[in-house]
């Protein structure tokens, strides 16, 4: 008796036969005596679910996260950091800590970096934009289309309907390519008057510190072009 199986009803796993579950202690409450035939089957039938349950918990273990970030989220972090890199390259030139020639080597490979994102981000507005325009043109269409009664009431709802949707959903991965800092609207002064002392001290203390008219001139159009993209931000 003690060799058979059975599944305990509280905790849904296979234990032995007996007045007790081994696993989770509480009573097992087993049926009337059954045929050897109809236990063993149903000891097959409990050995199976068991196997299968176990095989689906491998599964879904082994998926990955259902958690996706978008492509605008991807490239907007992956700008934001260059530049979050390239500020704390500032910051650690105009305190001392690099020297002219090499600061000027990674800056210019920050620069080109965040050259080649801000392309891809500046792109991505387009398409979106160009796609807003194209919907709002549908939009008007479908409104006078249903005004001169070519298109019923139920065809023009479902549509319309179905535009606001794609609509209500640019608008979102638009706000996010805007802010190519990834910084919170609270942060933005914050942020914007770094910028700022960055761009004054290279003005004023570039040349003195090994950089020369040329670099000190393009660093701080960069800083310029960064204080104008946040004044947008702020406004």
């Known amino acids: 008796m003690w060799g058979e199986k059975v599944v305990c009803p509280h905790c849904g796993k ?6 007790y579950c081994k696993y989770c202690g509480k009573p097992l409450d087993l ?3 059954k045929s050897p035939e109809a236990e063993e089957a149903e000891s097959e039938e409990a050995k199976k679910e068991i196997v299968i349950e176990r095989v689906s918990e491998e599964v879904l273990e082994r998926k990955p ?3 996706e970030i978008s492509e605008e989220r991807k490239i907007v972090e992956q700008l934001a950091n260059v530049y979050n890199w390239r500020n704390s390259l500032l910051e650690l030139f105009l305190n001392g800590e690099a020297s002219a020639e090499v600061f000027v080597d990674i800056y210019k490979e920050y620069r080109n970096r965040i050259k080649a994102v801000n392309s891809k981000r500046l792109e991505m507005i387009r398409s979106l934009e160009d796609r807003i325009s194209e919907l709002n043109s549908k939009l008007e269409q479908l409104k006078i289309r249903h ?3 070519e298109i019923p009431d139920k065809q023009y709802i479902t549509e319309k309907l179905s535009i606001d949707r794609e609509l209500s959903k ?5 706000n996010i390519l805007h ?4 910084v919170k609207l609270a942060d933005l002064p914050e942020y914007e008057a770094k910028i700022r002392e960055f761009r004054d001290r290279i003005s004023s ?3 003195s510190r090994g950089l020369s008219e040329e670099d000190v001139n393009m660093i701080v159009s960069d800083l310029d072009e ?3 993209s946040l004044k947008d931000l702020l406004e």
């Open 14 to 19: 296979l234990t032995n036969k007996a007045p």
């Open 31 to 33: 049926p009337e005596e």
């Open 65 to 67: 996260s259902v958690q």
């Open 147 to 149: 005004e001169i009664g």
């Open 170 to 174: 640019i608008k979102p991965r638009l």
């Open 179 to 182: 802010n190519a800092f990834n």
């Open 205 to 207: 203390e570039g040349v």
């Open 226 to 228: 960064t204080l104008e």
